[in-house]
């Protein structure tokens, strides 16, 4: 009997068990079911037919056998629903213990190296109940999801706005961009403010370069936008404050969503930009993550009033939703 030979209430309640999701997940992962069964540590003929008793409960073919182990359209609808179900599975039983051993909540936040963690701390300070903890961790943006689907972590904050297929987001703020460099330089003195322009004869000191992060490629847009391809530096020295990658590098300036001032004990200079560049922040979470402490923070999160990104300078950042770190 298939899923479509049960009556229509059934049908409803008929969700796959959660161990053969998992060997799903796997053989989409790995590309192969040799690969996925031994890693599994299973034999072949029984992931295959693992796959195919899945197939008929939900009813679709969830693999173009014809091109190999690649999934259907179907098939990556169902990795993508099967990874935050597990992920959601993986998280449960610890946040019971917890409860039932009477352990503090814990909030585990997750954050890129384009963010600070007091912009973090500001966002969810004030939505942390008495007696609750909080567990602040920088990732870069490719590890940020699998800290998320591995229950590492509960909110995930980045730079940007599009939301990313299985979760939930929201933008909670925006920052505006300023100009980092060494104090006592040419950058650190007159004029009071910096054009975008100013800065051409300047490498431009990047996390990663443009083709592996879009929010660097956002950066790099809107200097190209105002009439110039600037120099890049790639910094070796990953994991440090953005403000702090001029001092680091010993040369060039960063794009930096702090106010003006004097940081890094006054070795860093943050000079205003006259151009208005507001970078999003976003929180991201699992749509599994709906009770404790996670349940009412995120709910908080989503209920903020929306920050609005409208420039009142030169619109320089009129694609700024688009883009992330």
């Known amino acids: 009997m298939t899923t479509d030979d049960l009556p229509a209430d059934r049908r409803r309640r008929a969700v796959p068990d959660l161990h053969r999701l998992e060997q799903f997940v796997a053989v989409v992962e790995r590309g192969s079911l040799t690969e996925a069964a031994a890693d599994l540590g299973v034999t072949q003929q029984a992931l295959s037919v693992a796959i ?11 693999f173009a056998r014809s091109r190999g182990m690649r ?23 610890p946040d019971v213990q917890a409860v039932a051993n009477g352990h503090p909540e814990v909030l585990r936040i997750g954050y890129s190296p384009a963010i600070s963690s007091l912009d973090v701390f500001d966002v969810v300070r004030d939505h942390l109940p008495s007696g609750a903890r909080l567990h602040l961790e920088r990732l870069f943006p490719g590890a940020l999801r699998a800290r998320l689907e591995s229950g590492g972590i509960d909110v995930a904050f980045r730079r940007g706005v599009t939301a990313a297929e ?5 933008v909670v703020g925006f920052g505006r961009l300023n100009v980092a460099v ?18 051409s ?22 200097c190209r936008r105002v009439g110039f391809e600037p120099q890049v530096e790639v910094s070796p020295f990953q994991g440090l404050d953005q403000v702090a990658a001029p001092l680091a590098m010993g040369w060039g300036y960063s794009l930096v969503a702090v106010d003006p001032g004097a940081y890094c004990g006054g070795r860093v200079t943050v000079r205003p930009l006259l151009e208005e560049i507001k970078a999003p922040l976003q929180a991201q979470w699992l749509p599994t993550s709906r009770t404790g402490l996670v349940g009412n923070v995120t709910r908080a999160l989503a209920a903020l009033p929306r920050a609005s990104s409208t420039n009142s300078g030169s619109g320089v950042s009129g694609h700024a939703a688009e883009h992330v770190l």
């Open 52 to 62: 195919r008793g899945l197939e008929e409960h939900v009813g679709a073919q969830l």
């Open 71 to 93: 999934p259907s359209a179907a098939g990556l609808r169902l990795y993508e629903s099967a990874r935050v179900l597990l992920a959601g599975a993986q998280r449960m039983i």
């Open 166 to 170: 299985g979760l939930e987001s929201v």
């Open 182 to 199: 060494r104090s006592q330089t040419a950058l650190s003195i007159a004029p009071a403010e910096l054009h975008l322009q100013d800065l």
């Open 201 to 222: 004869g300047h490498p431009l000191i990047l996390w990663a370069p443009e083709s592996r992060s879009s929010y660097a490629a956002f950066l790099l847009a809107q």
